[in-house]
């Protein structure tokens, strides 16, 4: 096991009708509020009325950015920072799911920060300071509720790049299950693959002797596979869906990367691919990760065994440990497909003319990944093998 250190300063307010209580959470941080959602999902559920309740309670001025993109961009952050700055701004709320979080936190760093928010993304800048901000989340899915980690585009470059600060970490998110019930077939899919890729990035380590981690991490995998089903099965069903939202917390809020060397890799790989065809994020893990799998495994293939046994309960009586690892990535992409998730590009009409590019773009700061040091032309055997 690694060293390491442990910091997560989220506030966590889990369970039915905890919106109840969003004013007095905003409150001790200021009362002039920039409102960051989505489409018109949080008005036609009334979440957005109860929201604007809460915050006329505590007399807060509030002001508003919507239409936040599923792949939120640039451009959209770009305006959430000019009203932080114009309107005095002390507080950031977003109010969906981890595109809107992203979107958020990206404008509580940028509001403070003379330069190009763009800089924090490709390292030209480290952030300093972030205004403070809330969530109330209505998808289970990324995490970015309870960590300091976002994503946003670049739409006119087609670049999608990642950032992270213990500054822009919540002070508070509201997790309310029942926020989740009218979340749409697919997103709930893209949310549930989601939350295994991020398991996966970090489960899949040459790190030895981190038996709680494993179990940990195994135990997020068991909880989703089973939970999922019967959430797609029957939307309002409350325990799934809470079972399924604290999950993609944990799954993400430091627990699982503790003494532990992350991979990382399929996730870069995959915002190449978002970042030029502005696909779902979940979709193109769903896709990438079955052949990263196949393309690793024998790097340790004694991992993948494991993986195979206590996650899917492949039976290894007879069996090579290369076919136990094999079987455990088949029955992967089965579950994957059998949710509905896609299992190639094609499906989602991307042919290989941009795959070079992809290549060289997830590669351009050297080879990406830890499991296996990935090269361009690793990654282009991957993408090609998920055409």
């Known amino acids: 096991m690694n060293a390491f250190e442990l910091f ?39 979440l957005y009325e109860d929201v604007l309740s809460q915050l006329e309670g505590i007399g807060a001025s509030v002001h508003e950015l919507s239409g936040i993109e599923p792949n939120p961009r640039l451009t959209t952050v770009n305006q959430g920072i000019e009203i932080c700055r114009a309107e005095n701004i002390e507080f950031v709320l977003a109010v969906g799911g981890g595109s809107v979080i992203d979107a958020a936190k990206a404008i509580a760093a940028g509001a403070l920060y003379e330069g190009d928010v763009w800089d924090f993304t490709v390292f030209k800048a480290v952030i300093q300071k972030a205004l403070p901000l809330g969530t109330v989340l209505t998808l289970a899915a990324t995490g970015s509720e309870m960590n300091g980690n976002a994503v946003i585009t670049n739409w006119e470059t087609k670049q999608k790049r990642a950032f992270g600060s213990k500054l822009v970490y919540p002070k508070f998110s509201i997790l309310d299950p029942k926020l989740t019930y009218t979340v749409p077939v697919n997103q709930t899919v893209n949310g549930i693959v ?14 030895t002797d981190i038996p709680l981690q494993e179990r940990f991490a195994e135990s997020i995998l068991l909880t989703v596979i089973e939970n999922g089903e019967i959430a797609l099965a029957n939307g309002s069903d409350y325990d799934a869906r809470a079972n399924l939202l604290l ?8 627990t699982l990367a503790t003494g532990v060397t992350s991979d990382w890799a399929t996730h870069g790989i995959e915002h190449e691919v978002s970042a030029i065809y502005d696909i779902a994020h979940g979709a193109g893990l769903a896709i990438l990760f079955p052949n990263w799998m196949k393309y690793v495994y024998k790097e340790r293939v004694g991992k993948f065994v494991q993986y195979a046994e206590r996650v899917w309960n492949i039976d290894a009586n007879g069996k090579s440990e290369e076919e136990v690892a094999l079987a455990g990535i088949e029955a992967t992409r089965a579950y994957f497909t059998r949710i509905g998730a896609p299992a190639t590009l094609g499906e989602l009409g991307i042919n290989g003319d941009q795959l070079d590019r992809m290549a060289e773009e997830a590669t351009q700061f050297g080879p990406i990944g830890n499991f296996k040091k990935l090269s361009k032309e690793d990654v282009l055997s991957i993408l090609e093998a998920s055409l």
């Open 8 to 46: 997560n300063p989220t506030k966590l307010v889990f369970g039915p009708d905890k919106v109840q209580q969003l004013g007095e959470l905003v409150k001790p941080y200021g009362t002039r509020v920039l409102l960051v959602y989505g489409g018109g999902s949080i008005k036609r559920s009334g």
């Open 194 to 207: 989601d939350i295994m890729s991020h398991v996966f990035e970090q489960y899949f380590s040459l790190t």
């Open 247 to 254: 999950a993609g917390t944990y799954a993400l809020n430091g």
